[in-house]
């Protein structure tokens, strides 16, 4: 019995994409001209989790770290938001979690704490579900991750990105991209989060009644209008683009996003040719 874990993990390591990911079989969630969207199965999550508590610990300067190796309330917003579910925590609603994850009332959480923490509360715990986007254009990629990077956009609007994966620079990705065929082509990908429907399989799927369009115009309207008010515009907006997240609707999609000018201009454009109807 002893020897299982650690022959599982081998095994796992040796068969998953880069070691962790468990790519679902069948058709894409997406293809087009330059990406293509693949859901998996992060079957690494928890050794994911405890990274980033460490991270957060050993950043922690005074503030978020109580002691050696756990974090109070501070450090723990701190690694939620980039985990992408940060921005849903008002200060009532994250107050009321903390008296429930801090079971000890102790004002700290550990990294066992934190691990147990995620699986339950993200990942219902099960295998986190994922989704990679791999690009083939090297511009797009980064428009992709800076439009993030760069305009602190808030998870309760935007699907953030959990890692991102250049092959130019990245040997193991691109070691990994050699042995699959149907992705060689890729050299680009962004790992997020996986949604639970895009709009357009929502209205065909569930048939919404008027004041649950109503609900979703709201949620789609501030999500645009959080964009604006960081100076961006997406520039590739449909039906496709919008994803239920948490709940919530969310925009996913930034490699046709552009910055505002502020310039006294009659018109603004995306990055690249656009399908975008809303």
């Known amino acids: 019995d002893q020897a299982v874990p650690p022959v599982k993990k081998a095994l796992q390591k040796r068969l998953h994409f880069l070691g962790r990911f468990e790519l679902a079989a069948g058709p894409p969630v997406h293809k087009s001209a330059t990406c293509v969207v693949i859901k998996a199965l992060d079957m690494g999550a928890e050794e994911e989790y405890a990274r980033r508590f460490r991270d957060t610990v050993a950043a922690a300067n005074g503030e978020g770290k109580v002691a050696d190796n756990c974090i109070d309330q501070a450090g723990l917003r701190t690694v939620r938001q980039e985990l992408g579910v940060g921005g849903m925590d008002d200060d009532q609603l994250f107050a009321e979690r903390w008296a429930r994850w801090d079971a000890d009332g102790n004002g700290a959480i550990s990294e066992a704490e934190f691990v147990a923490l995620c699986k339950r509360e993200l990942d219902n715990n099960q295998p986190r579900q994922v989704v990679f986007k791999f690009m083939k254009e090297k511009d797009q990629f980064q428009r992709e991750v800076r439009s993030r990077a760069q305009n602190d956009l808030d998870p309760r609007y935007v699907v953030g990105v959990l890692e991102t994966y250049d092959g130019d620079t990245d040997d193991a990705f691109r070691a ?31 048939r919404p009644g008027m004041s649950e369009i109503r609900a979703l115009a709201r949620q789609l309207a501030e999500a645009i209008q959080h964009l604006h008010q960081k100076g961006l515009i997406h520039g590739d907006l449909k039906l496709p683009n919008v994803v239920r997240c948490n709940g919530a609707l969310c925009i996913v999609d930034f490699d046709a996003s552009a910055r505002i000018s502020t310039e006294d201009v009659k018109f603004f454009v995306g990055a690249k040719f656009s399908s975008g109807v809303l």
């Open 176 to 206: 990994a991209l050699d042995g699959r065929a149907e992705l060689c082509e890729y050299k680009y990908a962004v790992l997020m989060p996986c949604a639970d429907r895009n709009l357009d399989a929502i209205f065909r799927s569930e």
